[in-house]
């Protein structure tokens, strides 16, 4: 057996593992709810797979560790100047010569720091990069902020949260000797999460990564940190688009049913317009019944607007797309309140100079996993419009007949 079998099978081991191991979290998480009952017997042999892919994945790794210790097959390590101090030059070094295990590293496997020094299979990469990639993901123009991130070490869980809904009153007493009557229940609802993950590979010569170091880093850095935000914006619209929709928006009137007319007041008081850049374009071409240009600058942020009292936040064309062409989408509610992002909070990092076709194309691959889901809480604390045109309020000053 190679070394690219036996790399493909410490990966698929540890796939499996992974998939037992959430099994046995999510019959405990069940269990503990009170959800489902799962006899002995089940429990027994859930943790009996899990422990038993446990051993398969270890195996495979000291097998792949064996085969390629005895065929030699590790790179020679380039040693780093010691003059050599722009951090730049420093990461492109740890990532060009990927078995140098002189700097802390990331273990892509199990998602955790290690400074021991990895055999052969090319599976470390300097951990500085996703320090990298997180302050590059702030810069972009990201959905995430906006709605409610919470932080989970599970792959799946649940959570109840308490809906907007119609209350009734306490009831009056005149007698004193009287039945107190029972109040009305909380609205409450259970929210179930499902960590997903999401996956991309690069591929770099090894030419090309050793003479372009500058160029490679700041591209792969770059690619990364967007690819990010773009997949996690897109997830967090694809649950913005399941709140209740109004009809397309033509006229001003549209725009305040948006708010006024559709949402919790309390939730209205909270709420604020959300839309693209092309959008606010449109919107702030709209003139009121005085020809005034119907937008208001934001006393509080420069550059920014206002309608009706409300703040309108926008977004770049590139991470708010529209909904069809010349159609931008306008959403409106406090998207906190609406929407939570369940973050794992372990993206991890891998490259492989021969894993796949790596070692025979002479090139590195670099693979990104995020893991995070997106679940609507409460439907009822935003609403959803789009708009292609709006039309200017016409004048009510005219003389009457």
């Given amino acids: 057996m190679n070394i690219n079998e036996l790399h493909d099978a410490w990966i698929t081991a540890g796939q499996n593992y992974t998939d037992k191991q959430a099994n046995v979290q999510n019959m405990a998480i069940a269990l503990a709810n009170g959800t489902k009952d799962y006899t002995d017997e089940e429990i027994k042999n859930a943790k009996k797979e899990m422990n038993k892919a446990k051993q398969a994945r270890?195996?495979?790794?000291?097998?792949?560790?064996?085969?390629?210790?005895?065929?030699?097959?590790?790179?020679?390590?380039?040693?780093?100047?010691?003059?050599?101090?722009?951090?730049?030059?420093?990461?492109?070094?740890?990532?060009?010569?990927?078995?140098?295990?002189?700097?802390k590293v990331l273990n892509l496997v199990s998602s955790s720091s290690d400074n021991q020094t990895t055999s052969g299979a090319g599976l470390t990469i300097p951990e500085d990069i996703e320090t990298r990639i997180n302050k590059l993901i702030r810069q972009f123009d990201a959905l995430q902020p906006l709605v409610n991130v919470e932080s989970v070490s599970t792959v799946s869980g649940s959570r109840v949260i308490e809906r907007f809904g119609l209350m009734t009153p306490l009831t009056s007493i005149e007698d004193e000797d009287a039945d107190i009557a029972e109040n009305d229940e909380p609205k409450l609802a259970t929210v179930n999460y499902k960590i997903k993950r999401y996956a991309g590979i690069n591929k770099i010569t090894d030419s090309l990564l050793k003479d372009s170091d500058e160029n490679i880093i700041a591209w792969l850095t770059t690619w990364i940190a967007r690819k990010?935000?773009?997949?996690?914006?897109?997830?967090?619209?694809?649950?913005?688009?399941?709140?209740?929709?109004?009809?397309?928006?033509?006229?001003?009137?549209?725009?305040?049913?948006?708010?006024?007319?559709?949402?919790?007041?309390?939730?209205?008081?909270?709420?604020?317009?959300?839309?693209?850049?092309?959008?606010?374009?449109?919107?702030?071409?709209?003139?009121?019944?005085?020809?005034?240009?119907?937008?208001?600058?934001?006393?509080?942020?420069?550059?920014?607007?206002?309608?009706?009292?409300?703040?309108?936040?926008?977004?770049?064309?590139?991470?708010?797309?529209?909904?069809?062409?010349?159609?931008?989408?306008l959403y409106f509610g406090s998207f906190a309140d609406a929407v939570t992002l369940f973050d794992r909070e372990n993206m991890s990092l891998a490259t492989t100079t021969e894993g796949g076709k790596a070692f025979e194309k002479d090139q590195t691959w670099i693979r990104v996993i995020d893991r995070f889901d997106v679940e609507m809480v409460d439907d009822g604390a935003m609403a959803v419009g789009s708009f292609s045109t709006i039309e200017d309020q016409p004048a009510n000053l005219a003389p009457k007949a």
Wanted: glycine residues 6%; hydrophobic residues 40%.
């Fill in 228 to 329: 990010v935000v773009v997949t996690r914006n897109q997830a967090i619209i694809n649950v913005l688009n399941t709140a209740p929709k109004k009809a397309t928006i033509t006229n001003v009137d549209g725009i305040k049913d948006l708010d006024t007319g559709m949402l919790d007041p309390a939730i209205n008081r909270l709420g604020y317009f959300l839309t693209n850049n092309s959008g606010l374009n449109t919107l702030k071409k709209v003139k009121d019944a005085m020809g005034r240009y119907l937008l208001q600058p934001d006393v509080a942020q420069a550059g920014a607007f206002t309608f009706d009292g409300k703040r309108i936040v926008v977004v770049s064309d590139n991470w708010l797309p529209d909904v069809s062409k010349d159609t931008h989408p």
């Fill in 58 to 103: 270890d195996l495979a790794k000291d097998a792949l560790d064996s085969a390629t210790e005895s065929n030699k097959m590790v790179e020679s390590t380039k040693p780093v100047a010691k003059t050599l101090t722009d951090e730049h030059h420093v990461f492109a070094n740890g990532v060009r010569d990927l078995m140098s295990g002189k700097t």
